[in-house]
């Protein structure tokens, strides 16, 4: 299991973060199998190339692949870190951690749809792909996006980039609240709380995109993915105003 060898060379440890778990539960165990199914699931949806023509296709389906791979290990990695940090395997832990790998399966094949049509249509719209070079990659685009509704595609993926950020933290505040028997130091519930915060901001941004999808229509649904560039901004003000209080470890 790759979280193993991980963890025996302290990947992702942090000198302002104490450890609290340095071995793998069940229940971490569990999660990695779900995640590498979900990337399976990626991987398999693809059609072994069988000319020429159809892998240089293959390789123009990679920056979709890319962005649901990193989206996938980003998930991978709060969690690492969460169970890391605070070493937590009770009931309320194994309900929402359910609830979050139940989240990764059920979206990964919308995510895989949403990025392989958004980037067909920008290399085709751009000009990158010659309709007369690459017939199969854009009548795929094509198909795939006849009839489509962006709109209705912004509230999946901001329906579920919401839930996610709901579990995180969930999770986070229910480390908050066990701060004592966890016995947090100040410069840990500092940054644990510099935690909910970015959560906060995640959710903000998810709804934000909602909003403009709901209510905006189709007109706005292009805006609704815009929303997110705010989480660079967003997140880059809230470390530097928390940077100011963070306090030191004697």
Known sequence: MIREPLVANQFGSDRLFRWRSHEVNRLEAFSDAVFAFALTLLVVALEVPR?????????????????????????????????????LVDRFVVVWNAVLVFLVLFFVYPLKFLFSLLFGVWMINFGWIDPETSPEFVARVREGAHGWDPRQLMLIYSGGYLAVSVVFLLLYRHAWKLRDALELDALERHL????????????????????????????????AGVAYALLGPAHGVLGKWRARTRPTRA
């Open 51 to 87: 000319t020429y023509q159809q892998l240089i296709d293959a390789v123009r389906g990679f920056p979709a692949f890319a962005a649901c791979f990193a989206l996938l290990y980003m998930l991978w990695y709060h969690h690492y870190t969460y169970f890391r940090r605070y070493g």
């Open 192 to 223: 644990t709380v510099d935690s909910l915060y970015a959560h906060w901001v995640d959710i903000g941004v998810a709804l934000l995109s909602l909003g403009l999808a709901w209510f905006g229509g189709v007109e706005q649904s292009l805006w």
